[in-house]
C-alpha cells in the first residue's frame, strides 16, 4: 500500500511539475510560437514504458488539467492526451530501454495527431481554413521542439521508472 501511495505522488508530481513547466514556458516565450507539449511526453512516456491503462489514465489526467485551468470546453483535452497515452501504450511490447528512437517516432506521431485534431476541432470547424499556415508556423516547430525534448529527458524518465515505479521482486534466496 505505501508503495503504490509513493508511486501516486511521484506520477501527481511530474504531472503537476510538466504543466506548471509547459505554462511557464508558454508565458515566458509568447513571442515565440512553439514551446515543447511536456504534458503530452509524460502521457506518451508512461503509456509506452507502463502500458495503454497506464497512460491513459496519466493522459486523461494531464488533458482534464488543461481543459479546467485553460479551455472552454471540458473535455477536448482530456480525450486527446488520453487518446495519446493509450496509443503510445499500445508499443509497450516493443520498450527497450536502450532505444530513444521510438519513443521519439511515437511522440512525432502522437503530437502531429494531437496539433492536427486541434486544428479540426478548434479552427476548421469554425470556417478558418488555413491549414498551410498553421502547419508551418505551429505544428512543425512544435512537433520538432518536443521531439528535441523527448530525445532529452527519455533517460530520466526510463531511470525513474525503472528504480521506483516497476515493481522488484526480489528472491528470498542468495548466493552472495
Not at 495503454?52 to 482534464?64: I, W
Not at 482530456?78 to 519513443?103: E, I, N, R, T
Not at 476541432?121 to 481554413?129: C, E, G, I
Request: charged share 15%; net charge positive.
Amino acid at each position: 500500500m505505501k508503495k503504490h501511495l509513493i508511486r501516486f505522488v511521484i506520477v501527481a508530481a511530474i504531472i503537476v511539475f510538466s504543466f506548471v513547466l509547459q505554462t511557464t514556458l508558454s508565458k515566458i516565450n509568447s513571442n515565440i510560437i512553439a514551446t515543447p507539449n511536456l504534458l503530452l511526453i509524460v502521457s506518451c512516456i508512461f503509456g509506452f514504458m507502463r502500458g495503454n491503462n497506464y497512460g491513459t489514465v496519466v493522459g486523461f489526467t494531464c488533458g482534464l488539467l488543461v481543459d479546467v485551468m485553460f479551455s472552454d470546453v471540458i473535455g477536448l483535452y482530456a480525450f486527446l492526451y488520453m487518446f495519446c497515452g493509450f496509443f503510445s501504450g499500445v508499443f509497450k511490447k516493443m520498450f527497450y530501454s536502450d532505444h530513444v528512437f521510438m519513443p521519439m517516432f511515437l511522440i512525432l506521431t502522437n503530437d502531429f495527431i494531437y496539433n492536427v485534431s486541434i486544428y479540426v476541432f478548434r479552427f476548421l470547424l469554425r470556417n478558418k481554413q488555413s491549414f498551410p499556415y498553421y502547419f508551418y508556423k505551429i505544428i512543425l516547430p512544435e512537433m520538432i521542439i518536443t521531439t528535441f525534448v523527448v530525445f532529452v529527458v527519455y533517460k530520466l524518465f526510463y531511470m525513474l521508472n525503472e528504480k521506483v515505479l516497476t515493481d522488484k521482486e526480489e528472491s528470498m534466496i542468495s548466493f552472495d
